[in-house]
């Protein structure tokens, strides 16, 4: 994750710290706000709104941060949100990313050394871009794959002023889909009948520009790949909700245009990106000594078309599924809908206690086609012990103050 501010610590612990922080999530067309609370098998939700329009270019209005801000100040006086924290997740188009593989070294030496890599890998100036890493899985053979990640300095302190307030502190910036990976992971954890699919697995986030293919093996995360196209839905219009209140009057309803979508079928338009995907699991099954996911899950905002869990399964050869992440939340609030909301969960449930188990089952209309995956699956993969990884960049101990819009900057 990304940290915000360089403020002192003592003016930090004076401030209050709920159980849980308020999860922002910046999407294209709007900004969701969410809040948990810990529950046994669901999550239990404190307040939720969604909020029409988006800082940064998309399908949506674009609002200037200080509207923003006010119709997010607005939300969490007005809605029921506690505390201070907020942490923020942005969409996978504004990130730049890329795994490099570097010698084994300390965390001090690696970020000197990302930042190096990062600068002349994507010629950017380091100045006004801010740069995190993810190590990948376990060191190997005296080097590590590390996730660089990049952000441009103006995209941080855009978020940082539609947050910032006098009652309101940001303090982590977070890529979506390593969010959305969160909520998947222990959901699955939850409801898989046996744990260790929720350990193995791939999962495709879906944004209407980019997708992101994560790898999950032994629980770290150990491949992503952003993979750029249309993928948004087709037909897909956002609408203004008002029910029980929680969504924050905006503009009137938000069409988003689709010129490419063909209305005779959309299974074309997944089979680049079952390809490409199945192009990145044979890479990364050389690499790993023959590890094979045991299921792909597909989610993201624009992860609403079946025939994309169909044609990726089709073209890999392993059981694909959409995510259902809202079953994780105890009575949702109406403003809450489909899989726009992953990474917004994942976002707000990072401090809470893992779910208990729940297990749920699993439709086989293809019991022998999934039998014949998991015989290679289970033939192919290794069973070494991997290091743990929550799959969130941390730049900082601990979250710091945010300081004023003009000087914003990330730890």
């Known amino acids: 994750m990304f940290g915000f501010g360089k403020q002192s610590r003592s003016s930090w612990i004076t401030r209050n710290r709920p159980s849980a922080p308020i999860a922002a999530d910046f999407g294209r067309s709007s900004v969701r706000l969410l809040q948990l609370a810990a529950g046994a098998t669901e999550y239990r939700c404190t307040a939720a709104a969604e909020i029409p329009g988006s800082p940064f270019e998309g399908n949506g209005h674009k609002l200037d941060p200080q509207v923003l801000a006010s119709r997010i100040h607005d939300a969490i006086r007005g809605l029921g949100f506690g505390g201070q924290r907020v942490a923020a997740t942005l969409p996978a188009e504004l990130f730049q990313t890329d795994i490099a593989r570097l010698p084994a070294m300390s965390d001090k030496e690696l970020a000197d050394s990302v930042r190096y890599e990062a600068i002349d890998r994507f010629g950017i100036d380091g100045d006004r871009s801010v740069i995190g890493h993810l190590r990948l899985g376990a060191t190997a053979g005296g080097s590590n794959d590390v996730l660089m990640m990049v952000l441009p300095r103006e995209v941080v302190d855009t978020t940082s002023a539609a947050l910032s307030s006098s009652n309101t502190l940001a303090f982590r910036i977070e890529h979506a889909a390593l969010s959305a990976l969160r909520a998947v992971t222990r959901q699955r954890a939850s409801e898989c009948a046996d744990p260790a699919e929720s350990r193995d697995y791939a999962m495709i986030h879906l944004e209407n520009r980019v997708a992101t293919l994560i790898l999950l093996r032994d629980g770290?995360?150990?491949?992503?790949?952003?993979?750029?196209?249309?993928?948004?839905?087709?037909?897909?219009?956002?609408?203004?909700?008002?029910?029980?209140?929680?969504?924050?009057?905006?503009?009137?309803?938000?069409?988003?245009?689709?010129?490419?979508?063909?209305?005779?079928?959309?299974?074309?338009?997944?089979?680049?990106?079952?390809?490409?995907?199945?192009?990145?699991?044979?890479?990364?099954?050389?690499?790993?000594?023959?590890?094979?996911?045991?299921?792909?899950?597909?989610?993201?905002?624009?992860?609403?078309?079946?025939?994309?869990?169909?044609?990726?399964?089709?073209?890999?050869?392993?059981?694909?599924?959409?995510?259902?992440?809202?079953?994780?939340?105890?009575?949702?609030?109406?403003?809450?809908?489909?899989?726009?909301?992953?990474?917004?969960?994942?976002?707000?449930?990072?401090?809470?206690?893992?779910?208990?188990?729940?297990?749920?089952?699993?439709?086989?209309?293809?019991?022998?086609?999934?039998?014949?995956?998991?015989?290679?699956?289970?033939?192919?993969?290794?069973?070494?012990?991997?290091?743990?990884?929550?799959?969130?960049?941390?730049?900082?101990?601990?979250?710091?103050?945010v300081p004023a819009p003009t000087n914003g900057a990330a730890a």
């Open 220 to 401: 770290a995360v150990s491949f992503l790949r952003a993979i750029r196209g249309d993928w948004a839905p087709v037909g897909m219009t956002m609408h203004r909700r008002t029910s029980t209140g929680r969504i924050v009057s905006g503009d009137a309803a938000i069409a988003i245009d689709n010129a490419s979508a063909d209305e005779s079928g959309t299974a074309w338009r997944w089979c680049s990106l079952a390809e490409e995907s199945l192009r990145c699991l044979r890479h990364f099954e050389r690499s790993a000594g023959g590890w094979w996911p045991r299921e792909i899950v597909i989610t993201g905002p624009a992860a609403t078309d079946p025939q994309a869990a169909a044609t990726v399964e089709s073209v890999c050869g392993v059981r694909a599924s959409l995510a259902v992440p809202i079953r994780m939340i105890d009575e949702p609030e109406a403003c809450m809908h489909g899989n726009e909301w992953v990474a917004a969960i994942g976002s707000a449930c990072a401090e809470l206690p893992s779910l208990a188990r729940n297990v749920r089952s699993i439709p086989e209309p293809a019991a022998q086609a999934r039998t014949a995956i998991q015989q290679r699956t289970a033939a192919a993969m290794r069973t070494a012990a991997r290091a743990a990884n929550t799959g969130t960049i941390q730049l900082d101990p601990e979250p710091k103050p």
